[in-house]
Structures are given as structure tokens and as C-alpha cells.
Nanobody
Framework: VQLQASGGGLVQVGGSLRLSCAAS????????VAWFRQAPGKEREFVAA????????LYAGSVKGRFTISRDNAKNTVYLQLSSLKPEDTAVYFC???????????????????WGQGTLVTVSS
């Protein structure tokens, strides 16, 4: 499976963006998909994940209520809607995917087999 992330850019505080991650080479509906981010000088951190059945959606506490993960299996694409953006949301955002993910491991980067190349989100104050 190959993942291609897009949609990043420069946005002002309080603004919104929608990130996209297009998948190819696999049956996307069977994958758990996730977004991670890495800010300059910091470690990669979990942002959100959607289990293949969409029965389990998780968010990091810092983004809950502001970000929304969704997917369109027909288009093999997962989205991350970013709203009420803050300067601390500035980071490179990565999408990731894996099969047979258990609930307790959804937030771990090591869980995911496939990664996109990242898209930069910059929030200016």
C-alpha cells in the first residue's frame, strides 16, 4: 500500500484545513488508518485513528473536539479536518495504515506498516 498525504499549508490561528491521504495498492476498507504529527524538535505524536470498521475512532486529548478523522473507502482516501487551529498544531502531519490492529495499539506509531510522506501545516499567530 502506498499513501500520499496532501492539503497542508499556512493558516492563521483559529482557521481550518483539511488534510487528505490517498491510498493505492490495497483494499483500503480493511485497514486501520491514523494521523500522526511531528513538530520541529519534537518527537512524533499520535493525532487520530479510525479502525477499519469505523466503530473505534480515537483522538489525542490535545485535538479532541477540534480535529475530525474520516474516510471514503470508495475513494481510498482518509481525511483529517483541522479546525480552531493553534500555533502548537504546527507540524508535519503523516498518515499511516495497517491491518489487524487491536484497539489498545491504535495510538502507537510502531503499529503502522505503511506511511505517507507528510504534509506541513503551519499555524501563524
Amino acid at each position: 500500500v502506498q499513501l500520499q498525504a496532501s492539503g497542508g499549508g499556512l493558516v492563521q490561528v483559529g482557521g481550518s484545513l483539511r488534510l487528505s491521504c490517498a491510498a493505492s495498492g490495497g483494499t483500503f476498507s480493511s485497514y486501520t488508518v491514523a494521523w500522526f504529527r511531528q513538530a520541529p524538535g519534537k518527537e512524533r505524536e499520535f493525532v487520530a485513528a479510525d479502525r477499519r470498521s469505523s466503530s473505534s475512532t480515537l483522538y489525542a486529548g490535545s485535538v479532541k473536539g477540534r480535529f475530525t478523522i474520516s474516510r471514503d473507502n470508495a475513494k481510498n482516501t482518509v481525511y483529517l479536518q483541522l479546525s480552531s487551529l493553534k500555533p502548537e498544531d504546527t507540524a508535519v502531519y503523516f498518515c499511516a495504515a495497517a491491518q489487524r490492529v487491536i484497539l489498545s495499539s491504535m495510538t502507537l506509531g510502531t503499529t503502522y506498516t505503511y506511511w505517507g510522506q507528510g504534509t506541513l501545516v503551519t499555524v501563524s499567530s
